[in-house]
């Protein structure tokens, strides 16, 4: 076994390479034969590119197992050194001492009687600073490092890592509303290539597990297929955030945010980084475009095929939002963000490392600026938008908005029967209820109460086939109907003769004659159909059963009778 571990460093890079190249040549080879075409140069160019980033990142998953190979071997070899009696420096010899040349120990022999002839290879290991320097608190508690909480399939290897750090926040979680837009915009095989990282940076387990719950209640399929998982850190992972020193002159308070936001990012790198090729930092209440996966992805690898350097690729122009990097290369933010996490704010640091990395010192601004362009590529148009307007830091209320993230689908139009339309909500400036039925624009309107309804009533009564209503919007995806059912008024009433309308709809029937045919679920959308024995229907109406403290939108309206659905 000791044979094993203490494989000599040489022999451990072979067999890297050999793996490496095991991997590599066959599959250029694949490439070369099942493409013919000349024009399939660049598709090969990037394609190795690719590889080449897969390579970075399995040679650092190499790296940690070859860490503690070594940490393993010297303390084996330590245990095995007999003490160092000064008499006979040869014999400290072991596996793992370099070997003597001749000329040297020729001048040790005539140094013989010599205090300075004892002194080589003597049984003393230099001890590097880790992480513990930095965060002695950690070293208080053996658990601290252990992971509270995890919901995990054990996913691995995969391309694209997406990291969501969420924490409390007073008013609206966005967070739900996050995961369904990055999970929409991926197609089957993304996917099945991507893992969404959700860090619960809170240390109440209460709240851990409500969230928890949330998210496999909406997601059951992502978390059971792996795409999803969540984790909470141990609270012993956390500093007092009472003795902090207080930095750049900004309040406690603040000094303590952006203080565990760079101890949340970096133990979110960390749990993140043996999972995949690309890391990408999100935040919780953030709207991506469409295909923002294989957007990202490509650009990768057109830079990386194309030789640049790159250290981030910026797909925001906001914070810390869409920067992506290669996981292979986290190791330096993490190390960074633990350093200086008490002096500097998250998306500063990055700067200041970029800085430290490329500029000159005695060059003007100008060249660090271009220096750093090469290392920090920014991609146009922006592939994230921020959807919050409440910023986790109390009071502060968070505008920013990115201006190249350019304009997104705020509602879908439909053709639909012809109605006269009433709503006892009221409407937000042009956007009323009625624009919204004829596909000009969504419905916005103010602060639903119980016992509102927005009433649809066909200028001649109609088959319904299938209703569609979606509430909230991409920019304002909180905007909802909460507690709210869908309602038709056939125009034979429940007193006709109709039995099987009897005993189906009694149970379903309002006290005004309407049978409940839907209500809006949690994602906010209402669906369904209308059983056939109701016959026509005179009018459709949603019907809201609680107060609530959003505004409500309609974003998608779509009523299909017998005849558009033909
Ligand atoms: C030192 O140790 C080596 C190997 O154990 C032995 O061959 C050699 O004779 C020793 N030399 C002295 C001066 O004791
Ligand atoms: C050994 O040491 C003596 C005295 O310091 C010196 O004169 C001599 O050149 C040395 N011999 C070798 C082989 O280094
Ligand atoms: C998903 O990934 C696995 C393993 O990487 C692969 O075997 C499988 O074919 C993939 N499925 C799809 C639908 O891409
Ligand atoms: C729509 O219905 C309301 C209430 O029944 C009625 O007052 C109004 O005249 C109707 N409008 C149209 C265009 O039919
Ligand atoms: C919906 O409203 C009804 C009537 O006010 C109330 O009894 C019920 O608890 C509400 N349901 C939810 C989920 O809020
Ligand atoms: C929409 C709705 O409330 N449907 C109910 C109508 O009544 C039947 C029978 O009681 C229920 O099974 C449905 O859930």
Known sequence: MAFNITMSPLRRRHCLFVIG?????????????????????????????????????????????????????????????????????????????PEIKPEIKQIIKNMSGMAAAQGLNPPVSLRMPSSYHFLPHLLDDPSSLRLAYLVSKGRMGVSMVLGVPTVKREKQSYLLDTLQNLIDGMTIEEANDSLIVVFIAETDLEYILQVAKEIEFRFSAYI????????????????????????????????RWRS?????FAYLMSYSQPKGTFYVQLEDDILARPQYISEMKNFAIEKTSKKEEWFVLDFCQLG?????????????????????????????????????????????????????????????????????????????????????????????????????????????????LKRAYLGETFFWGLLPQPGDQLIFRFTAPIIIKSFLFKSGNAEHPSDKFYNTTVEVLPLDGP???????????????????????????????ARGTVDESLGKIQSLRLHVHSDSENWAILSEIHIQDEQSSR
């Open 21 to 97: 190249f095991v991997l590599f040549v066959p599959f250029c080879f694949f490439v070369i034969f099942s493409m013919p075409d000349v024009s399939s140069e660049q598709v090969l160019i990037e394609r190795i590119a690719e590889l080449q980033v897969k390579l970075q990142y399995l040679d650092s998953m190499y790296r940690t197992r070859q860490e503690d190979l070594r940490r393993l071997s010297e303390h084996i070899d330590l245990l095995s050194l007999p003490p160092n009696t000064g008499e006979n420096t040869t014999g400290l010899l072991t596996s793992t001492t």
């Open 224 to 255: 059971e297929s792996g795409l999803i998982e969540v984790l909470s850190p141990s609270a012993n992972y956390y500093p007092d955030f009472d003795k902090l020193r207080i930095t750049l002159g900004d309040s406690p308070e603040r000094v």
């Open 260 to 264: 565990k936001q760079n101890l949340d």
């Open 320 to 432: 810390f939002i869409g920067k992506m990097f290669k996981s292979a290369e986290l190791p330096w933010l993490i190390t960074f963000f633990q350093m200086f996490y008490n002096d500097k704010p998250v998306d500063w640091l990055l700067d200041h490392l970029l800085y430290t990395k490329v500029c000159n010192y005695e060059k003007n601004n100008d060249m660090c600026k271009r220096e750093k362009a090469k290392k920090w590529i920014h991609y146009k148009p922006s592939l994230f938008q921020h959807i919050g307007t409440h910023s986790s830091l109390k009071g502060k209320v968070q505008k920013l908005k990115d201006k190249q993230f350019g304009k997104v689908a705020l509602f879908f139009p439909h053709t639909n029967p012809e109605a006269n339309i009433t709503s006892s909500i009221k409407h937000y400036k042009q956007y009323t």
């Open 495 to 525: 007193a006709s003769s109709n039995s099987i309308f009897t005993s189906w709809a009694s149970a379903n029937l309002t006290s005004d004659g309407y049978v409940i045919v839907g209500k809006f679920d949690g994602s906010g959308i």
